[in-house]
Antibody, heavy 120, light 108 residues
Framework: QVQLVDSGGGVVQPGGSLRLSCAAS????????MHWVRQSPGKGLEWVAF????????YYADSVKGRFTISRDNSKNTVYLQMNSLRPEDTAVYYC?????????????WGQGTLVTVSS | EIVLTQSPATLSLSPGEGATLSCRAS??????LAWYQQKPGQAPRLLIY???NRATGIPARFSGSGSGTDFTLTISSLEPEDFAVYYC??????????FGGGTKVEIK
């Protein structure tokens, strides 16, 4: 069965960096785009970033553009989110999510989420 | 950016009752709308994609309809496990992919 396991969250000071990982299994990873979606405490969902199945196209929300980088290692079935210059407003649970189709832009499976807290 | 507005913010109902949730887009999104269910402490779960297609394993009491700017998620008869927050999401005009603010279905 499809499984996505998010990891790498923690507490970081403003201006700091963190790298999140999402280990995938149970499907042909190289065939699907992958996303990161976040949810601030008590708030709604915000799409953060997308990477195409081959890693050649990436898209970002304006709120993170220039600070976050999405990448993937298809040999390890893992997608990453490198987060730099973190701000308090980046505090959220971060979920990786599998694209429903090769390029579908909705999300049929989600990781369990990893909490990022940006605070001094 | 396409803005999705969900209503009502909260729906108070009893088990066995039907629920009707609305999602309105700021411009036409054809039928490219999905619905998700989220329970406390859990990740969202895909219920409906492309306005009316049930995702794998989703019970038939969940149905979606609509096109253009107005969409509806209907739960025909609420089961205890259906009390949760529901989000809509569009995939027509991106980036960014956008979500609605959510509708909480709570037990009356």
């Amino acid at each position: 069965q499809v499984q996505l396991v998010d990891s790498g969250g923690g507490v970081v000071q403003p201006g700091g960096s963190l790298r999140l990982s999402c280990a995938a299994s149970g499907f042909t990873f190289i065939s699907y785009g992958m996303h990161w979606v976040r949810q601030s405490p008590g708030k709604g969902l915000e799409w953060v970033a997308f990477i195409l199945y081959d890693g050649n196209s990436k898209y970002y929300a304006d709120s993170v553009k220039g600070r976050f980088t999405i990448s993937r290692d298809n040999s390890k079935n893992t997608v990453y989110l490198q987060m730099n210059s973190l701000r308090p407003e980046d505090t959220a649970v971060y979920y990786c999510a599998k694209d429903r189709a090769a390029v579908g832009f909705d999300f049929d499976y989600w990781g369990q989420g990893t909490l990022v807290t940006v605070s001094s | 950016e396409i803005v999705l507005t969900q209503s009502p913010a909260t729906l108070s109902l009893s088990p066995g009752e039907g629920a009707t949730l609305s999602c309105r887009a700021s411009q036409s999104i054809s039928r490219f709308l999905a619905w998700y269910q989220q329970k406390p402490g859990q990740a969202p779960r895909l219920l409906i994609y492309d306005a009316s297609n049930r995702a794998t394993g989703i019970p038939a009491r969940f149905s979606g309809s609509g096109s253009g700017t107005d969409f509806t998620l209907t739960i025909s008869s609420l089961e205890p496990e259906d009390f949760a927050v529901y989000y809509c999401q569009q995939r027509t005009d991106w980036p960014p992919l956008t979500f609605g603010g959510g509708t909480k279905v709570e037990i009356k």
